[in-house]
Structures are given as C-alpha cells and as structure tokens.
C-alpha cells in the first residue's frame, strides 16, 4: 500500500468516532485532508465542525460542512487530526502544517484525541522530524538563542522564499536535531520562553488513540 492508501484507511476508520448530531473538531495536513473527504460522506449525520486552520476550513466548507468558530462551541466528543511523529505512549510531535497553535486549541476542547497516521509516524523516541516552535515576530532572535541552549538547531521556516506567516500572524521556528527523550517536560520549558506562542510537542495531553496505518490494516493504540 501507498502512503496515501494508508493515510485514507485511517482516515476512513476514524469515522467510526464521529458522533451522531455533533461537532467534530478536524485537524491541518495531508491526513487530516482524507479524514475531511470521508467526513463529507457522512455531513447529514453531523452538526458542523470547528477547523484548526484556515485551509482546513475552506475544505471543510467546500463539502457545505458548517464550520462554527470555536467560541461558539464548550465542548465536543472527539478531535480528529494527524501528526509527524507519535511514540507508544501517545505523545506527538504535530506542526508540520504549520497549525500547531490552533490544533493544540481545539484539541483542549475535545474530550478524546483521536491521532489518524501511517505506520512511518511511530517512533520510540520524538525529534527526528524537526519540532516546530510558534513564536512572536518580534522575538525571533530572541527565542532562537534560548532554544539553542535547549538542544538542537534552530531554523526559521520559509515558503516561497519569505519567512512563513501562520495563520495567527506568527514564524515558526523549527528545531532539527533534536532527540527528545523527556517530551513533557521540554514542553514545559520551551512554552515558558517569552515569546513563544506554542510548542509543536503534544505530549502533556497527548493522543487518547492512534489509528495507524499498515499494511496488514489500520492498528488501534489506546493510550
């Protein structure tokens, strides 16, 4: 099977969480992106969703899936999105699409996080894909000097040649070489440093359930 066979079994089996007459919270990628497609299957069973990112909103709404804004919403049954990196504990590294901030939102809202992947995402130890850092325009350098001193390098992510703008206003900073054997707690530390908005490391609250994608079927872990 191809990565995007594996991506679209998890995301088909994902909707088995998908509760009846409710708002499902829907992340940013590629993953995230099947799951939409198959959501539009079943749009009649659902109240709406809350998105993690402007492009996921726009897909969304390309379905004629009712997007609310997430002050409207207390809470809601399940958070589906995919990740970079997941360990055996649940645990996640997430930012790739550069929606971190807005993912880790939603997903506070959600009373389960259903993580959807292909078996390449799990990991024993976080750091090989580079852990994205959401910052501060104006703290930039700033907080770049203090990652350094975490472990790793830190290197502005570009699109286009320009530095990327998230959909909140903000750079990412994204850490390479980095091995990440204690994940709470490096959360902790980088989401002290004054002027990071948000660490990609989900791992504080991590996934409550992974669905992963191989070729011998979509496997349950339940965290």
């Not at 829907?26 to 969703?49: M, P, Y």
């Amino acid at each position: 099977m191809t990565q995007d066979e594996l991506k679209q079994a998890v995301a088909r089996e994902a909707i088995k969480y998908v509760v009846d007459g409710q708002i499902v919270g829907v992340g940013t990628g590629s993953t995230a992106n099947f799951f939409i497609d198959e959501l539009a299957r079943i749009k009649h069973r659902i109240k709406g969703a809350v998105a993690s990112s402007e492009a996921t909103a726009a897909r969304l709404r390309a379905h004629d899936i009712e997007v609310y804004d997430l002050n409207q919403v207390a809470t809601m049954p399940v958070y589906i999105d995919g990740a970079d990196e997941i360990t055996e504990q649940g645990a996640m590294i997430k930012g790739g699409g550069a929606a971190l901030t807005r993912e880790k939102i939603v997903a506070s809202v959600a009373e389960k996080f259903i993580c959807i992947a292909d078996g390449s995402k799990l990991v024993k130890v976080l750091g090989k894909f580079p852990l994205p850092v959401e910052v501060i325009p104006m703290a930039q350098a700033v907080v770049a000097r203090k990652l350094i001193k975490l472990g790793g390098e830190p290197r502005l992510r570009f699109k286009d040649g320009k530095p990327l703008i998230t959909d909140n206003g903000c750079v990412i900073i994204d850490m390479v070489d980095l091995r990440i054997t204690d994940p709470v707690e490096l959360e902790r530390q980088i989401n002290q440093i004054t002027g990071v908005v948000t660490v990609g490391l989900f791992a504080e609250k991590g996934a409550d359930i992974c669905l992963l994608g191989t070729p011998d079927g979509v496997k349950t872990l339940t965290f």
